[in-house]
């Protein structure tokens, strides 16, 4: 590997090499251990509003009992975005999603997404977004776009995730293709009983 000549050789293993434009930084990507967890949540905490995040209790609990994966990007030690995906018969769900906020911007967030489309390429890749109603919200989704997900026309509201907060009105977006409504329905469906814990 010569870093002066910018040559790059990708190594398929245990975990996928990624390139961070800014520095010529090789990172890669793994999943998360027990052990992480609390440096993973506090970036979680940082990104989302309390009603789009689990508690601490109850998210450690699911994630030790393998009921999701938590898929991480270091830089060194030091850990600069995650991804958490729930893993279907149908269908991949990919739910909490973050990067350092001191490195927003100069593409980690994307790469992120195309590692995601690579680890499950032959599965439907589904999340969920705020509905757009201001200009932040439309640049997530247009950010989405950007890596080929699609704006399913479905609209529902997030079950509970703790008491004592707003409703959060969301949307699915999915890749590579749109969904018909009794696909939504179904997955939305499946989410509220399994990922909310929600009848």
Known sequence: MVYGKKVFRTYYCMFF?????CGWVIQYMELLTLKQFDEVYQLFE?????????????????FSKNEFKIYILKEKVKIIGAMIAWEFDDYIYLENFAVDSSLRGNGIGGTILEYMKKVYHNKTIVLEVEEPV????????????????????YHFIQ???????????????????????????KIKDELTRKVYKQK
């Open 46 to 62: 940082e990104a989302f509003i309390p009603a789009e995040l689990r508690p601490y209790d109850r998210m450690k609990d699911l």
């Open 159 to 185: 079950p509970l995730l703790r008491e004592n907060v707003d409703d959060v009105h969301l949307m699915l977006m999915s890749y590579p293709c749109i969904l018909n409504h009794q696909q939504c329905d």
């Open 17 to 21: 090499f990624i390139l961070i434009e």
């Open 134 to 153: 201001d200009d932040l919200t439309l640049r997530r989704i247009e950010f989405y776009k950007r890596h080929q997900w699609v704006l399913n026309d």
